[in-house]
């Protein structure tokens, strides 16, 4: 859903995500972004409100993706480990 607030500034809330981006200042910038520089927009973080350009909230959820994937292979070699030493003992 594309928004202009009261300062006129372009905003598009998708559902989908559940997620806010900010366009630009005006209508004219807003859409030359959205559909010509796609890498100028910025998300709009729900916490603190702060604008995190596009290609860095990718880079920082691919980091997070890669941490808990790397916690979950470390506990499932720890388990089986673990129950493995049992099971012979």
Same mark, same amino acid.
């Given at each position: 859903?594309?928004?202009?607030?009261?300062?006129?500034?372009?905003?598009?809330?998708?559902?989908?995500?559940?997620?806010?981006?900010?366009?630009?200042?005006?209508?004219? *910038?807003?859409?030359?972004?959205?559909?010509?520089?796609?890498?100028?927009?910025? #998300?709009? %973080?729900?916490?603190? @409100?702060?604008?995190?350009?596009?290609?860095?909230?990718?880079?920082?959820?691919? *980091?997070?993706?890669?941490?808990?994937?790397?916690?979950?292979?470390?506990?499932? #070699?720890? %388990?089986?480990?673990? @129950?493995?030493?049992?099971?012979?003992?």
């Amino acid at each position: 859903m594309w928004m202009l607030d009261e300062n006129k500034r372009l905003l598009l809330w998708n559902e989908m995500e559940n997620g806010m981006m900010y366009l630009r200042s005006n209508l004219t *910038e807003g859409f030359t972004n959205y559909f010509i520089h796609p890498d100028r927009l910025c #998300y709009i %973080m729900e916490d603190n @409100f702060k604008m995190v350009p596009v290609d860095e909230f990718k880079r920082q959820a691919e *980091e997070m993706g890669d941490m808990i994937w790397e916690n979950l292979l470390a506990r499932k #070699y720890f %388990m089986t480990k673990k @129950f493995g030493e049992e099971d012979h003992a």
